[in-house]
C-alpha cells in the first residue's frame, strides 16, 4: 500500500525528493524512503540529478527520485483489412517505435497473422528492451468484439473476419496479456486521451474512409453497449425497403457514403482525372467546384444516418476522423448544414486530430491502463 | 452519522431490534440506543409491536423499531398537453393517494396551472396529513427540460409550452423542493424501479401514442443529453427531404406513426366504425385483420427510425409504452420483425407494465430521491 501510493505521488510529480513525498503521501519519512528502496530496487524508480530549473545548491546535489517510463512496453496494434500498424510506447505512453505495414493481398486469415506477427518482431526490434519488458498488448480490428474472449464475433464488412480468435493467436507470440478492442471504440479513447475530444463527456467518433463506423463515449466512457454492437452507424438502414450488406460487405450506409461511393459520383460528374477517392478530397479542400458537390452529396447521406445518432444520444461533440478528413472544413461544413436541417440540436464539430494513429493510440492506451493495473497491484495485494 | 446508520439498518430491515441494530451497523449498544431515540424525537422511528411471524415469548414483547414511512410523502406530477395525473406516495414509494384529470380545452399557461394546481390540492386533500409533511415534489413535462433551472427549454410538440417555467411557478404553491424533468425520462426511471426494466442496464422506452418520444438508460443511469435531449426519437428525419415540425406540432416519426395517425390509415382502408385509435389497436390485439394490417405498418415507419436508435446504444431492452400497448403482443412482434431487418443486433422487447401510471411514478421517484438524500443529510452533517 505505501509503495502504491510513493510510486503515484513520484509519477504525478514527474520528479520529486522524498522530502516532497513525505507532504505528499503524508506517511513518515522512514516508511517513504523504504518504500522508496523497495521500488528502486523493483526498477519502477531510479534516481537521477535534481532538474536544471533547480535553483543551485552548496554541497553534494539533493536526491531526487524519477519513475523509470521505460522499465516496461506496452504495444498497440491497429489490424485492418488493409494495414497493419504497431505502436510501442513507454509506461508513460510516449511513443518510441512505429512501424506501418499495407497489406494489399486478398487476406487469408493465416496469411494475414504472419502479416501481424512480422509487424510486431519489426516495431519491437527497434526499442532497446528484452521482450519480457512487453507488459502488456492492445490489439483494435473492425466488427463486433467480444472483449473478454478476445475474439471477433461479428464482422459483416471484412469476409472471412467474423469468429477470428485475434486475442488467442497472438497471446501465442507474446509472454503478455493480450487486450482486443473494437477499433473505432480505441480510436475515440485515444482522441477523448490525446486528441480532438478534449473534456467532452458525451461524443460520438464518426470513422469515415472505405468504410463507416462509429464510437460513443457516455459519461466520460467508452459505450460498447449491450452485444459490443453500440455505433455501428455504416450498418444503418436509411430506406423504406431494407437493403442489407452489399456484395462487397459494405453496410448500407457506409455503401452509400464511404469513399468508393464518392470516387464513383466524381467519375459520374465527368471527372476522369482524379486517381482515386483521396485525390477528390483533396480537391474538395482546394475548393473544386465538381469535388466540393461530392462531398456535400455524401455529407447529406451521412447527416441523414449521424442525425438519428445525434437524437439517440444527443453528444456535445461529434468527431469526424477518417480518409475524409482530407477535404478538412468541407466536410465538417457539410455535415453542420446537413445536420441542422435534421436535428433538434446540433452537437459541436471538429475533425479527428490523430488521423491514421488514433486507433493505435486508442490501443496503446488500452495495453496501458492493463499495465497499470497490474503493476500497482503487485503493491496493492497484500504478501501471503 | 450514527443516526443515519441506524436509520439505513432499520429501512433495510422493515422492522429491527435493537440487538439487530447493533449487529447491523457494528456500533455499541449505547450508540445505537442513542440513536434511536433522536430518531424517534424527530419522528422517523417508532416503537411498535414485534410482527405477527415472531414465536411467541414470555414476558413483555420485545422492542421492535419500525421506520415511519408515513412520516413526510412526496408528490409526483404528470403534467401532458390533455391530462394532469398526481400521486402521492409515502418514503417507502407506497402510492397513498392518485387522481387523473383530462384537459380537453386548448390549455393557455394560466389555465393549465390553474388546472395542476387544483388536482394537486385534490390529490393532497385525500391523505391524512398536513401540507408541512410534503417533503418534494416531481413533475414530468413533455419537451427538453433544463433540470436545474426547473424549466422546459423546447416543446416542439405542445404549442406555448416552450420556456414554460414550471418549477418556478409550482414552488409558489407548496413549501417543499419542486423538480421538474422530461416525462419520458422519469418513464424510463419508473420502468427501471418497478416495472418492466428490471436489471437491465441499457435500455430504450419508447412511449408511443399521440406522440412519440423515447429515454435512455446507460450502465443503470438515465442518459439526458449534453443539451437534456438525448431520445428525442419523434423528431427523426427518415427521408431524404426533412419533413420538419408539422402543422400539428409533431415531430415527423411522430406525425408518421402516432395514433392520430393510425385513425386515419384505418379509415383510408375502409375502417367506418372504430371511434378512436385505441378502438383500432383493442381490435389489432383481439385478431381484427384490417387492424393488424394498420399496426403493422406503424411498426415498420417506428422501426426505421428505432433501428438507428438500436444500432447507436445497443441496448439489451427496449420498453414499449403509451397508448399503442394497447394492441398488446401486435405491436411488440410488429416491431420484432421490422426491427430483424434492419438491426445487427436485435434487443428483448417487452410491454410497459405501469401503463400510464408511469410517468406519475417516475416523478415519485424523483422527489424520493431528493427527499431521502435531505432526510439523512440532516443526520450526517456536522451540526455546527
Redesign the interface.
Known sequence: MNCAAVLDAIRDAGTARVTELVRATGLSRPTVSAAVSTLMADGWVEETEAPDIDLPRMGRPARVLRFRADARYVLGIDVGPHKIYCAVADLSGTVVSRVRRDVTEASTQAGLLDHVQATMREVLDAVPVPSSALAAVGLGTPG?VDERRGAVV?A?SVPGWSSLELGSLLRRSVECPVHVENDVNLAVMAERWNGAGGD???LILVQWGARVG?A?L??G?L???????????G????E?E?QGVQADGLGPLESAVGTAWMLRRARSLGDDESPDAAAVLTAAADGDPRARRVVDEACARLA??L???V??????LVIIGGGVALAGDAILDGIRRHLT??A??V?RLELSRLGDDAVALGAVRLALADAERRLLDVYTVPTP
Not at 459505450?223 to 452507424?233: L, S, T, V
Open positions: 463486433i461479428q459483416p467532452a463527456d458525451n462509429a460513443v457516455v459519461q466512457q459505450h460498447r453497449g449491450a452485444h459490443g454492437a453500440a455505433g455501428e452507424i450498418f444503418v438502414e436509411l423504406e431494407p441523414r444516418g442525425a438519428s445518432f437524437s439517440a444520444i444527443d453528444p456535445e436541417r435534421r433538434l440540436v452537437p
